[in-house]
């Protein structure tokens, strides 16, 4: 079983919709998570960043943390064309070193 | 503008050849990560290093060597061993202690002919 697993889509919305990007984790232990969005050919970037359970704002993006049944979510709001893009999810383990725990990520096409 | 800078962007290699991508970065991090992303896969570590001087193997690092010399560089060498090079490959780096997030550098398209 994965660490981390993730629908890999892809998922195509028109634009307006709301958008439910999701992950599950197997190790109770995870505490920091992270979403990351990534246009074709380029680099990662942190979209949200949050620590242990509950729910964290910013703009149109919300990610959620539930660790009580190791689910994490981001919902994107009013999606946009320029929304489209591969979402990662993340996760990060202190024991010892940092290492960092990746989902294959999940492509989305916002329709015009 | 503080960042990850690597180089080259695109890479084409011949069979039994070795090559080399540059990542620097000038955001005082302590430490750093290669990673190798395939269509489907996701992020596989392939490297990483905590510290000037040491670094650690990750999930995927048969057919790769590394350096870290300097704090602000963290080379990845791709070598003939390496029986699927093909790929995309992202330098990570991340400040350690409470500083949680990964910044990453743009990635570089390895093709083999």
């Known amino acids: 079983q994965k660490e981390v697993e993730q629908d890999p889509g892809p998922l195509s919305v028109p634009e307006g919709a709301i958008v439910s990007l999701n992950c599950t984790y197997s190790?109770?232990?995870?505490?920091?998570f992270m979403w990351y969005r990534q246009y074709s050919r380029k680099g990662p970037e942190l979209l949200m960043y949050?620590?242990?359970?509950g729910n964290k704002e910013d703009g149109r993006f919300t990610a959620q943390v539930d660790k009580s049944s190791k689910y994490i979510s981001l919902f994107i709001r009013d999606s946009q064309p320029s929304d489209s893009a591969t979402y990662l999810c993340?996760?990060?383990?202190?024991?010892?070193?940092?290492?960092?725990?990746f989902g294959t990520g999940t492509r989305l096409k916002v329709l015009a | 503008d503080g960042g990850i800078t690597q180089s080259p962007k695109y890479l084409f290699r011949k069979e039994g050849q070795n090559v080399t991508l540059s990542c620097e970065q000038n955001?005082?991090?302590?430490?750093m990560y290669w990673y190798r992303q395939d269509p489907g896969q996701g992020l596989r570590l392939i490297y990483y290093?905590?510290?000037?001087?040491?670094?650690q193997k990750g999930d995927i690092a048969e057919g790769y060597s590394v350096s870290r010399e300097k704090k602000e560089s963290f080379p990845l060498t791709v070598t003939s061993a390496q029986k699927n090079p093909t790929a995309f490959y992202l330098c990570?780096?991340?400040?350690?202690?409470?500083?949680?997030?990964?910044?990453f550098g743009a990635g570089s398209r390895l093709t083999v002919l």
């Open positions: 949050t620590y242990s359970s």
């Open positions: 990570a780096s991340h400040r350690g202690g409470g500083a949680n997030v990964l910044t």
């Open positions: 190790n109770s232990a995870f505490q920091y």
């Open positions: 993340a996760t990060m383990t202190t024991s010892g070193t940092y290492k960092y725990i």
């Open positions: 290093s905590q510290i000037v001087n040491d670094f």
């Open positions: 955001l005082n991090h302590d430490a």
